[in-house]
């Protein structure tokens, strides 16, 4: 599909507008340069002139016709046929296709906004769509996740122009005001992802949503260290340092350029190295971490996090959630339960 070409409203209407006038123009001229072969019955020398030709090109193209002024001449009823009927049509079609396709438009977006704000639940709202805010919703999206359960809120044109354009909805405002986010459905959001620019509208943003939705997962991103313990008193369950992660990564790259380029893998998605968390199957209870043909790097237990190498998780139990490495090759590189025709091992 060709990329749909994008035109002011006002372009449009312009546009039309000056086609209709052509019509009008040009339908005049052609009856003016052939008045001879009209007649006027309402006036007693029967011509035709200048002002007559307007007033029978409007009434002519608007399908009014008094019948007044009429073609009498084959060569007028000839030109009437073949050339001021089809612009007749084209008149009509552009003043009353535009009406309906502004009514047309308007109703399908009210009806396309009612039925998503009717569907929109268990859904995941990320805050600002900046380039922390678009990699959190592209690895989303290349994760499995419908890009129609994400929503994005933002206040600048140039990020809802992205956002839109990635195929993701979009509500414009400050994230830190509750009626904007209650557009955005937060109350019945599973996720909320906030990245804003400053660490204070992430924590007023983070209060805002938990205020309104208690049960979210709600992660957020901060410049500063300092300011995470501020986030998560905030309500946010998850908080990522994004200057420190970056310092870490530039850090690690000069004393080995090599561990640098495996960091910078496991963080780009699609090529190289995935980190996934998977359901512990049947046929791995039991087992050790290390034996496992997957790289498991932790274990979730009892919503605990275990190094692989810690002595409570030497064997695998049911309802073990397993955090591995896989080649990203290998898809689905994070199988879920039933994969391969096994069970997950999860507690009854």
Request: hydrophobic share 40%; proline share 5%; no cysteine.
């Amino acid at each position: 599909m060709l990329p749909e070409r994008q035109r002011s409203p006002w372009w449009e209407l312009g546009r039309r507008f000056l086609l209709a006038a052509a019509i009008l123009v040009g339908t005049v001229l052609l009856v003016w340069l052939d008045r001879g072969g009209y007649r006027d019955g309402n006036d007693p020398t029967g011509e035709v002139g200048l002002i007559d030709a307007i007033y029978y090109t409007t009434v002519t193209l608007s399908t009014t016709g008094y019948g007044d002024i009429v073609p009498v001449s084959d060569q007028a009823r000839l030109v009437n046929a073949i050339v001021i009927t089809p612009a007749r049509i084209g008149f009509l079609v552009l003043l009353i296709g535009t009406t309906i396709e502004v009514l047309a438009n308007q109703g399908r977006e009210m009806f396309r906004v009612a039925r998503w704000r009717r569907n929109m639940k268990e859904h995941v709202v990320v805050i600002g769509y900046g380039t922390k805010g678009r990699s959190a919703a592209d690895t989303l999206v290349q994760n499995g996740l419908d890009p129609e359960s994400i929503v994005v809120v933002d206040p600048r044109p140039s990020a809802r122009e992205e956002a839109n354009a990635d195929g993701l909805a979009v509500i414009a405002g400050d994230a830190t005001r509750r009626d904007v986010l209650r557009r955005a459905r937060v109350e019945r959001a599973s996720q909320v992802i906030i990245t804003t620019d400053h660490d204070a509208n992430t924590m007023m943003a983070t209060l805002t949503v938990r205020q309104i939705n208690p049960d979210a997962y709600i992660v957020a991103a901060v410049r500063e260290q300092d300011n995470v313990p501020l986030v998560r008193q905030s309500g946010a369950q998850a908080v990522v340092t994004s200057s420190e992660a970056v310092g870490r990564l530039l850090g690690l790259s000069s004393l080995s350029p090599t561990l640098g380029e495996v960091m910078e893998d496991l963080m780009t998605y699609g090529t190289g190295l995935e980190v996934a968390e998977r359901d512990l199957l049947v046929s791995e209870v039991g087992k050790q971490p290390q034996r496992l043909p997957d790289q498991v790097i932790a274990v979730v237990r009892d919503e605990q996090v275990y190094r692989y190498f810690d002595p409570v998780v030497t064997q695998l139990a049911r309802g073990d959630r397993l955090i591995v490495v896989r080649p990203s090759k290998e898809q689905p590189w994070a199988p879920r339960p039933g994969a391969n025709f096994e069970d997950a091992a999860i507690d009854d």
